[in-house]
């Protein structure tokens, strides 16, 4: 009897050890994460007080702002605060083993924070620590392409008929004839951290000659305005750009001054991309839109032959447009429009 009150009285130890240290820990979760909250709403209500400090427009470019003035000299205090709080966030977000793995709480805060303070970020890589600077550069602010599914377009589709035009878009049942062919993909841009789908991208792999057509490129509506567009048509060069001397893309003409379409214009153009200079269409029922056509090289290439441009165009035509009758006729009411264009001299990008 004695012997086996003995085992109760040991069991009935370790079990309330057990929870004590249970009880430990959820406390220090608990005091964590109070601890960071508590940080965190001081910061926002120093953004509160001196709204600049929180908006994007000003803080991407803090470095073309003269060292001399006070809103300079203030901000970067303030954004080595927030990244400090960052660093906090993932340093107790570390299992024993050292793995990384953000939990949902700190989802919002993280993304947030770096999508104000990147650019700062950045230019002070010094005072962070190395790991911690490879978490930011080479994880928090980069994506992984993925090749999309018909599924994933039928995922997709709702938030497709959103961001392009009517006159411009494809039906679901085209996009998904094109997918099932060889030559057109799907592209998903899933973010390292996140682990959500960023954006997407529709490109058409030209064989002859060897060059990219992106069709179609969106971020989403959360992550723009954050660098991932950015991210994602460089992405697509590089999975998709070997052996390929450029990629094509159609631009809209501004009407009226429209900021998102020139917007638009100015994105592209930053990444490189030159307006050709014939009068291009977008084969569509009614009769054909008139657009830019950008080229971005990938190559060390001056010149981008007309001929080539024109067999770019007819295969293009041809292969993703063939549910439009009278591609033929529009392709050749500009066909004469189409000239040699010369690109950048060799190293200048």
């Known amino acids: 009897m004695s012997t086996v009150i003995s085992v109760i009285s040991v069991f009935i130890a370790f079990f309330s050890l057990g929870i004590s240290l249970y009880i430990y820990k959820l406390s220090r979760v608990d ?31 803090f470095y ?38 953000l939990s949902e709480t700190w989802v919002p805060v993280m993304f947030e924070e770096n999508r104000l303070h990147y650019s700062w970020f950045k230019h002070n890589l010094r005072l962070f620590k190395r790991e911690f600077q490879h978490f930011v550069t080479e994880e928090l602010n980069d994506i992984l392409i993925e090749e999309g599914s018909v599924n994933d377009l039928r995922a997709l589709y709702s938030n497709f008929e959103c961001e392009f035009p009517r006159n411009e878009r494809k039906s679901f049942e085209h996009l998904e004839t094109l997918i099932l062919k060889n030559h057109y993909k799907l592209l998903l841009a899933r973010h390292k951290v996140f682990e959500e789908v960023v954006g997407y991208a529709l490109v058409y792999l030209i064989e002859e000659p060897k060059l990219l057509w992106l069709d179609y490129m969106a971020v989403e509506e959360k992550y723009q305005n954050a660098g991932y567009g950015t991210l994602l048509f460089n992405k697509i060069i590089e999975c998709n750009g070997t052996g ?41 029922v009614d009769g054909g839109l008139q657009m830019y056509l950008y080229y971005k090289k990938i190559a060390n290439e001056t010149l981008l032959p007309a001929e080539v441009i024109k067999k770019a165009i007819l295969s293009t035509y041809n292969y993703i447009h063939t549910d439009i009758d009278n591609r033929e006729s529009i392709f050749q009411s500009f066909i004469g429009t189409i000239v040699d264009e010369i690109l950048d001299l060799p190293g200048k990008q």
């Not at 601890?35 to 470019?61: F, H, P, V, W």
């Not at 003035?69 to 709080?85: T, V």
């Open 31 to 61: 005091s964590s994460y109070l601890d960071i909250d508590n940080q965190y709403k001081e910061l926002l209500k120093l953004g509160m007080e001196t709204t600049d400090l929180r908006n994007y427009a000003k803080t991407s470019k």
């Open 244 to 284: 390929r001397s450029g990629m094509f893309l159609e631009v809209e003409i501004p009407e009226n001054n429209a900021t998102d379409k020139i917007k638009r214009i100015t994105f592209y153009e930053r990444l490189h991309a030159k307006q050709l200079n014939c009068v291009y269409k977008l084969p569509t």
């Open 64 to 101: 073309k702002i003269d060292d001399d003035d006070d809103f300079k000299k203030k901000y970067a205090i303030y954004a080595y605060m927030c990244w400090n709080l960052v660093e906090t966030i993932y340093d107790r977000q570390k299992d024993t083993h050292g793995r990384f793995h």
